[in-house]
């Protein structure tokens, strides 16, 4: 396809002209050394580059460490207003396209028939997107928000001694994981579900940007797109794995005396990465689907559980109540300019928002994979306002009965750990600790954080090899194997090298750049999906 024939492609207002027709085939750059199946040169780069980071920090230890603690405020500071307004513009694009008509689009075609149930779809894309999130961050946010820095944190300023504000650290804690990040998660997805399955282009992100490229996508402005997205993914998934080990350090000293040394929580991680190997081996369907379904059964039944003994009306109640002012609250909480709440917003929002861009190329491409069958619309319901109102329904639920027990003189376990010493690993079982059971509930609890960990790694591995394997999805197993030993070693290097601090630097660092791919991608789909609403 000739440069003028794309140019002219591009400026004609009639999206029936746009065929997106390429002669490149799938893996047609790939190299195979023995019985390998690698995209040249993404997986070369990558993973050259990916082993020297670790290399390097785990060598250098005390300055890595340095390095990213200066790193990440840094960057949050500076970057705020162009993290927070892109944010807000996927947001209401996606929000567009639920009512819009090219919502009627479905992706693989309009016969297309999905390949999996709702429940196992819904429990693979849940598990897929929040990871570990929900048990490490759900006490934790809105105690901190409530309490810490003697009420420093609280999102906006607002006052939280005043009748009224009892809950405004659950709303600043949806706020964080309610529309805005899955908005993220939902355009990255279908973008690359649309350009996959209905234009027939490789899985990868690359693919997305096609309609402004036109063939130089297959060149090295596709493996610079590429590269980033292996680096953007590598690091958002441990962040997760980091913080996930850290977690079950903490629930295995509570359960069995196990001290959480950093030894220990290396050798879990390499445990750990180990029972993930064995679910690659697996496959998707025994292994990703299965654990993603176990994930979902054991999270229901914790949340039930907690629901039924801290009281079913106070939580409904509280539930509409932190929504009714999550909506009131939105657009002061999303807009970054004149902001005083500098701990809220630099400590917290414009690192999610950048952990949640990093995390999008994984999530996106995993979710991408399991929705042929679906059309835009229930694509977007089902990847954005969904999971918004359940992680709200937990985040309110947990949050708001720590509060409900801070505020009547208990809970000290979640006091010792999020307020007088800022222990984040423990505040899930300090919480625990609080209700009946505990002895039963919180060896349920350990073990779920540990599938959530596993599901992560593998479906991250997945991902990552699909990238750096052309967009094949039936690459060698080996391959997968290798990225998922490597995100262990990455989680690892991170840990040692600077702790939390060095984890979130690391998601923050490559967030940001792919902040830019994604309003591009945005812009892409918008095309395409004018194309395909215009062929029906």
Request: glycine share 10%; aromatic share 14%; with cysteine.
């Amino acid at each position: 396809m000739s440069d003028s024939s794309e140019t002219k492609k591009m400026l004609d207002p009639d999206p029936r002209v746009w065929d997106f027709e390429t002669e490149y085939e799938l893996g047609q750059d790939n190299i195979r050394p023995f019985g390998l199946d690698l995209h040249n040169p993404v997986f070369l780069i990558s993973s050259i580059l990916i082993a020297a980071f670790v290399l390097i920090a785990l060598a250098n230890q005390e300055a890595a460490a340095a390095f990213f603690g200066w790193l990440r405020p840094w960057l949050t500071s500076t970057f705020d207003w162009f993290l927070v307004l892109s944010v807000n513009a996927i947001t209401l694009f996606c929000l567009a396209l639920i009512v819009l008509p090219v919502g009627s689009v479905r992706i693989g075609g309009k016969d297309a028939k999905p390949d999996y149930s709702y429940a196992g779809w819904i429990a693979m894309m849940f598990a897929a997107g929040i990871g570990i999130g929900l048990l490490f961050f759900g006490v934790l946010e809105p105690v901190y928000y409530n309490f810490a820095e003697s009420g420093g944190a609280s999102p906006l300023g607002v006052d939280i001694t005043q009748p009224g504000n009892e809950y405004v650290g659950v709303v600043g804690t949806i706020h964080h994981w309610g529309l805005e990040g899955w908005a993220i998660y939902a355009a990255v997805g279908l973008s690359l579900a649309i350009f996959a399955y209905n234009l027939g282009l490789p899985l990868t992100l690359r693919s997305a940007f096609y309609p402004l490229l036109g063939e130089r996508v297959w060149g090295w402005w596709g493996h610079a797109i590429d590269t980033l997205a292996v680096f953007a993914t590598l690091f958002g998934l441990t962040t997760s794995l980091g913080l996930g080990a850290q977690q079950v350090a903490a629930g295995l000293y509570e359960v069995f005396g196990i001290e959480p040394t950093p030894t220990v929580t290396v050798l879990l991680i390499i445990f750990i990465t180990a029972i993930a190997l064995g679910s690659v081996l697996l496959g998707m369907d025994a292994g990703v689907k299965r654990l993603s379904e176990i994930n979902m059964i054991m999270a229901v039944g914790l949340f039930i559980f907690v629901i039924l003994v801290t009281g079913v009306g106070v939580a409904i109640s509280r539930y509409f109540s932190v929504m009714t002012d999550y909506i009131m609250m939105l657009p002061a909480l999303s807009n970054p300019f004149g902001r005083e709440d500098t701990s809220f917003f630099h400590g917290w929002t414009t690192f999610y928002w950048a952990w949640w861009i990093a995390w999008s190329p994984f999530v996106g491409m995993f979710i991408a994979r399991i929705s042929k069958g679906r059309t835009v619309r229930e694509f977007v319901l089902c990847a954005l306002i969904a999971p918004t109102a359940v992680c709200a329904l937990w985040m309110s639920t947990f949050g708001g009965a720590a509060i409900d027990m801070l505020n009547a003189g208990g809970a000290e376990g979640v006091r010792a750990t999020v307020i007088d010493a800022y222990k984040p690993e423990g505040a899930l079982f300090g919480f625990l600790k609080e209700l009946p059971f505990y002895q039963i509930v919180a060896p349920i609890s350990l073990l779920l954080i540990i599938i959530f960990f596993v599901t992560s790694s593998d479906s991250g591995s997945l991902v990552i090899d699909t990238i750096t394997a052309g967009g094949k999805m039936d690459a060698p197993v080996i391959q997968r194997i290798f990225w998922c030993t490597l995100e262990g070693l990455v989680a690892i290097a991170l840990l040692l090298g600077g702790g939390l601090s060095a984890l979130q630097g690391a998601a923050v660092s490559t967030g940001i750049p792919f902040t830019v791919v994604v309003l591009v991608m945005c812009y892409c789909l918008w095309l395409a999906l004018r194309a395909e609403r215009a062929k029906l």
